[in-house]
């Protein structure tokens, strides 16, 4: 074996040691190096200024930690009963191309009240921390996919203020509309016209627990910010609101009231609306658990009308649905309007119209003494949208006999007109269950001529026309005290499920019928027809 020299033994015995150090230090035995992966931390850090952080000033932001991107570490918002709130902080959630998503006004009233741990809750985790500016001031938290920015109240912790983006929609109201388009679906709300070096034009609606602004350059203007501000005068009375009912007491003490208090007494569980159909117009707020519809006024503010859902207004026991004989038995007679007189009405063709204390009642219907379709109530005031004076009816008494009817029959329409003069509706009626068709109305006489093409083929009775003394609003057993016990009762059904079936007393003749509609067996009768045995055999074919 060749002798090694000094310097020659000391740089092997230096290689082995470096060698051994370099094993040890990068995995020993063989173990795979291991290179850290980015983290929450190394991405973003969303610590509060004004709060200590968990970790020394001097910690290099690129230290990872045990959680990898792709597992994220478990936070205390996950955790409901968690309120760390350097732990809420600091837990963000990265969302990578989430699309936004528009905000509805249902979301915005659930979350108003509610304190920033509740809102994450609500919301979710995939918002940033904001700072506002000076037009937007304040410190919370950035929902940018939602289009919210919510600020909180130092001292309470609760919402304070929310700005809105675009995707935010308040009833079909959207941040850049103008303030017209605004007010005409919501209504005349508070103007306010700053001047100065910077004015502007402020538009503010008061829904109770919050106010809703939107500004702009000028009233012609789009706008330029829209903000939900909570209104700390507010006070939510849960008594109040566990005490109303849809009655007439009730409804009585509230219709005289503005917005502010009305939401005070019933609370913010509602929707808004905005109407624009046959029976239903205007905007205003809907109670489902009340089931009523409250439109304002012009103002923005008043309470101008209720709408009524089925079964949920009690007008001292009278309610919705019910037929015109049983609100009659309640409430009285009422004034019925016949509004088939006027060509330009839109349904009902009937309205029953009560005027109680600071409210007018108008139940109406399809036919005069069936069920009842809908319930309004109207705030009393002069020039009251229902003109009780407009096309009343006026009966006149006029008296029917065997001869007369058989003498209709005959004739002609040119003939009728000719026979009974040209003081006459013209008569249209296809909804509703009774005296439908279309003719002529001599509201003089009391009947209602409907014509198939050229030929008559009813005769319809009101209340002031007898027929050997008989007439419309007897019982069954009343009417057969004159006509006799030989008619035949059957019960009908109708061709909408909606009505409900009723009864007609038939009697038939040599060249005609005469029958008689009531809903109950023996109650008052709700229509009285007369018709030609050819118009029948007709009505047959058709079918």
């Known amino acids: 074996?060749?002798?090694?020299?000094?310097?020659?033994?000391?740089?092997?015995?230096?290689?082995?040691?470096?060698?051994?150090?370099?094993?040890g230090c990068f995995g020993g035995e063989g173990a795979e190096v291991q290179t850290a992966q980015p983290t929450l931390k190394s991405i973003e850090i969303d610590q509060p200024s004004d709060q200590p952080s968990d970790q020394p000033s001097d910690q290099p932001i690129d230290q990872p930690i045990d959680q990898p991107i792709d597992q994220p570490k478990e936070s205390a918002l996950s955790d409901p009963s968690s309120s760390n709130d350097e732990n809420l902080e600091s837990s963000v959630e990265i969302v990578n191309e989430q699309e936004a998503s528009a905000t509805n006004f249902d979301t915005l009233k659930e979350i108003m009240?509610?304190?920033?741990?509740?809102?994450?809750?609500?919301?979710?985790?995939?918002?940033?921390?904001?700072?506002?500016?000076?037009?937007?001031?304040?410190?919370?938290?950035?929902?940018?996919?939602?289009?919210?920015?919510?600020?909180?109240?130092?001292?309470?912790?609760?919402?304070?203020?929310?700005?809105?983006?675009?995707?935010?929609?308040?009833?079909?109201?959207?941040?850049?509309?103008?303030?017209?388009?605004?007010?005409?679906?919501?209504?005349?709300?508070?103007?306010?016209?700053?001047?100065?070096?910077?004015?502007?034009?402020?538009?503010?609606?008061?829904?109770?627990?919050?106010?809703?602004?939107?500004?702009?350059?000028?009233?012609?203007?789009?706008?330029?910010?829209?903000?939900?501000?909570?209104?700390n005068a507010y006070d939510a009375s849960i008594a109040s609101r566990a005490a109303f009912k849809p009655?007439?007491?009730?409804?009585?003490?509230?219709?005289?009231?503005?917005?502010?208090?009305?939401?005070?007494?019933?609370?913010?569980?509602?929707?808004?609306?905005?109407?624009?159909?046959?029976?239903?117009?205007?905007?205003?707020?809907?109670?489902?658990?009340?089931?009523?519809?409250?439109?304002?006024?012009?103002?923005?503010?008043?309470?101008?009308?209720?709408?009524?859902?089925?079964?949920?207004?009690?007008?001292?026991?009278?309610?919705?649905?019910?037929?015109?004989?049983?609100?009659?038995?309640?409430?009285?007679?009422?004034?019925?309007?016949?509004?088939?007189?006027d060509p330009e009405w839109y349904p009902p063709n009937y309205s029953l119209v009560y005027d109680i204390?600071?409210?007018?009642?108008?139940?109406?219907?399809?036919?005069?003494?069936?069920?009842?379709?809908?319930?309004?109530?109207y705030r009393n005031t002069e020039g009251?949208?229902?003109?009780?004076?407009?096309?009343?009816?006026?009966?006149i008494a006029y008296t029917l006999d065997f001869n007369k009817i058989k003498e209709f029959l005959s004739l002609a329409q040119e003939q009728v007109?000719?026979?009974?003069?040209?003081?006459?509706?013209?008569?249209?009626?296809?909804a509703g269950v009774f005296e439908r068709g279309y003719g002529l109305f001599y509201?003089?006489?009391?009947?209602?001529?409907?014509?198939?093409?050229?030929?008559?083929?009813?005769?319809?009775?009101?209340e002031n026309v007898e027929i050997n003394g008989a007439k419309l609003g007897m019982t069954f057993s009343e009417i057969q005290h004159f006509l006799g016990t030989e008619g035949v009762v059957d019960q009908v059904k109708t061709e909408s499920d909606l009505d409900p079936p009723y009864y007609r007393l038939t009697y038939t003749y040599d060249d005609f019928t005469i029958s008689f509609a009531a809903y109950e067996k023996d109650g008052k009768t709700v229509e009285v027809k007369i018709q030609s045995k050819e118009a029948i055999e007709r009505e047959a074919n058709y079918d």
């Open 384 to 395: 009251n949208f229902y003109d009780s004076d407009s096309n009343q009816i006026k009966p």
């Open 113 to 231: 009240g509610l304190n920033k741990e509740q809102v994450i809750e609500k919301l979710g985790q995939s918002y940033t921390k904001y700072v506002g500016s000076d037009l937007q001031p304040g410190k919370g938290l950035l929902y940018e996919q939602l289009g919210l920015s919510i600020i909180f109240d130092e001292k309470t912790g609760r919402i304070e203020t929310i700005y809105c983006n675009e995707l935010v929609d308040i009833a079909g109201v959207n941040l850049g509309m103008e303030p017209n388009g605004i007010i005409q679906l919501l209504g005349n709300g508070v103007t306010h016209i700053r001047t100065g070096d910077k004015p502007s034009y402020e538009l503010s609606y008061n829904f109770g627990q919050f106010f809703v602004r939107f500004t702009a350059k000028d009233e012609e203007s789009p706008t330029t910010r829209l903000e939900l501000q909570r209104n």
């Open 443 to 462: 509201e003089r006489y009391g009947m209602i001529l409907v014509y198939d093409f050229s030929k008559l083929n009813s005769i319809f009775c009101r």
């Open 247 to 341: 009655d007439l007491k009730h409804i009585q003490a509230i219709v005289n009231l503005d917005r502010e208090p009305v939401i005070e007494q019933l609370g913010m569980d509602y929707s808004l609306f905005y109407y624009n159909g046959d029976t239903h117009f205007g905007s205003g707020i809907y109670y489902q658990q009340f089931g009523i519809d409250i439109v304002f006024d012009d103002s923005g503010d008043r309470i101008e009308t209720i709408f009524c859902d089925e079964g949920s207004a009690d007008i001292n026991g009278a309610k919705l649905g019910m037929t015109v004989p049983e609100v009659r038995e309640i409430l009285g007679e009422g004034e019925l309007i016949d509004h088939t007189l």
């Open 417 to 430: 007109i000719e026979k009974l003069g040209e003081e006459y509706w013209e008569y249209l009626k296809d």
């Open 357 to 377: 204390g600071n409210i007018t009642v108008r139940f109406g219907m399809e036919d005069r003494e069936g069920p009842t379709d809908d319930l309004h109530i």
């Open 1 to 23: 074996m060749e002798k090694v020299d000094d310097d020659g033994m000391r740089r092997m015995l230096l290689l082995i040691i470096c060698a051994l150090c370099l094993t």
